[in-house]
Nanobody
Framework: QVQLVESGGGLVQPGDSLRLSCAASGGTLSSSFMGWFRQAPGKEREFVATINWGGSIAYYADPVKGRFTISRDNAKNTVYLQMNGLKPEDTAIYYC??????????????????WGQGTQVTVSS
């Protein structure tokens, strides 16, 4: 099975940038999307971005469009989330996940079958 490990979170000020990494091991991710979700305290988990393994298709949630960029490096079996212009409302635990249930929408967490442990992002002045 595939294991996912997120890293790169931290405490930053509004307007700062962070790059999150999601390293996959224990298997291949061929023919699958990799996605990022986030969950703030007391709120539902929400979709952030997703990308196909070939890197030709990417989708973003409206609140992060123009600020976040999802990318991948197949040689390192790693997916990234570059976050620029961070805002306090971006504060959340960020999770990466593998999408394998294609009957669900790309933004629906129910379609993602493997999840990492999450990395904390805190944006505060």
């Amino acid at each position: 099975q595939v294991q996912l490990v997120e890293s790169g979170g931290g405490l930053v000020q509004p307007g700062d940038s962070l790059r999150l990494s999601c390293a996959a091991s224990g298997g291949t991710l061929s023919s699958s999307f990799m996605g990022w979700f986030r969950q703030a305290p007391g709120k539902e988990r929400e979709f952030v971005a997703t990308i196909n393994w070939g890197g030709s298709i990417a989708y973003y949630a409206d609140p992060v469009k123009g600020r976040f960029t999802i990318s991948r490096d197949n040689a390192k079996n790693t997916v990234y989330l570059q976050m620029n212009g961070l805002k306090p409302e971006d504060t959340a635990i960020y999770y990466c996940a593998v999408r394998q249930d294609l009957s669900q929408r790309y933004s629906d967490a129910r379609g993602y079958t493997r999840w990492g442990q999450g990395t904390q992002v805190t944006v505060s002045s």
